[in-house]
Nanobody
Framework: QVQLVESGGGLVQPGGSLRLSCVAS????????MGWYRQAPGKQREFLAAITGSSTRYADSVKGRFTISSDNAKNTVYLEMNVLKPEDTAVYYC????????????WGQGTQVTISS
């Protein structure tokens, strides 16, 4: 059974930083593109960043502020978020997409990030 468990969300003041973690289990980590998405109230889920091996990709809205990384030995993907803004407030989701079979796509339960003074 595949599980993605996010952690690290919370309440941060504008300009602050947070580091989200997502631990994956029940899958072959190296076969998956790991990504981060977010969904704000009343809005569609939005792609933020993805990592496949050492290759990374970012949405324009977070490029330069957010950094995705992974520790394959720990089956963990991270999202380092800096210079946080109130508009970054959302539920952040971890995603795992099997780029080998192109048939498996999994989501975590989400972690709330709130940027407010």
């Amino acid at each position: 059974q595949v599980q993605l468990v996010e952690s690290g969300g919370g309440l941060v003041q504008p300009g602050g930083s947070l580091r989200l973690s997502c631990v994956a289990s029940g899958l072959i980590f190296n076969n998956y593109r790991m990504g981060w998405y977010r969904q704000a109230p009343g809005k569609q889920r939005e792609f933020l960043a993805a990592i496949t091996g050492s290759s990374t990709r970012y949405a324009d809205s977070v490029k330069g502020r957010f950094t995705i990384s992974s520790d394959n030995a720990k089956n963990t993907v991270y999202l380092e978020m800096n210079v946080l803004k109130p508009e970054d407030t959302a539920v952040y989701y971890c995603n795992a997409y099997n780029f080998v079979t192109k048939t498996n796509n999994y989501w975590g339960q989400g972690t709330q990030v709130t940027i407010s003074s």
